[in-house]
């Protein structure tokens, strides 16, 4: 799998898309366990151009810049959060990956998560159940 360096990786940031030879990679980054703390931090690298211009040009007193450019990246999270889900679906498919791809691979990982779980805890449950006997 081929991971993008950081110039490359800011363009996927700003764009969304790569060249296809990180199709893969793109993929695993959508799907991960951690995906959602990915898309975070693309949406702040994404955030930082804006806010730092709230906080030089609007004119006000730096305390109410500050709080501007707080509220506003604030807001733009939490909506975009809401969205994330579908936010990464368009990078899958921007990669070349049927829509609904990411979020089936995720939910296929939750399951095999969950089954995993479930059987360590019969284990365990069995494991003690033995010791009383």
């Known amino acids: 799998m081929n991971r993008p360096g950081p110039l490359l990786w ?4 700003v ?9 893969e990679w793109v993929l695993h980054d959508v799907t991960t366990g951690t995906w959602f703390v990915r898309f975070l931090a693309r949406l702040l690298v994404l955030l ?5 211009l709230v906080v ?3 004119p006000a007193s730096g305390d109410i810049r500050a709080l501007t450019a707080v509220v506003t990246g604030s807001c733009v999270v939490l909506l975009l959060s809401i969205l994330s889900s ?5 990078v899958a498919q921007r ?13 296929e990982r939750s399951i095999r998560t969950q ?13 003690r159940n033995a ?3």
Do not use: H, K
């Not at 930082?48 to 730092?52: D, I, R, S, T, Y």
């Open 48 to 52: 930082a151009v804006p806010e730092v």
């Open 115 to 127: 089954q995993r779980q479930a059987a360590a805890y019969r284990d365990r449950v069995a494991r």
């Open 86 to 90: 579908d936010s990464v679906e368009r």
């Open 15 to 23: 764009t969304g898309s790569l060249p296809e030879r990180y199709s």
């Open 131 to 133: 010791r009383r006997v």
């Open 10 to 13: 800011l363009r996927y940031t």
């Open 56 to 58: 030089l040009l609007v």
């Open 95 to 107: 990669a070349g990956y049927p829509w609904g791809t990411a979020q089936r691979l995720r939910e």
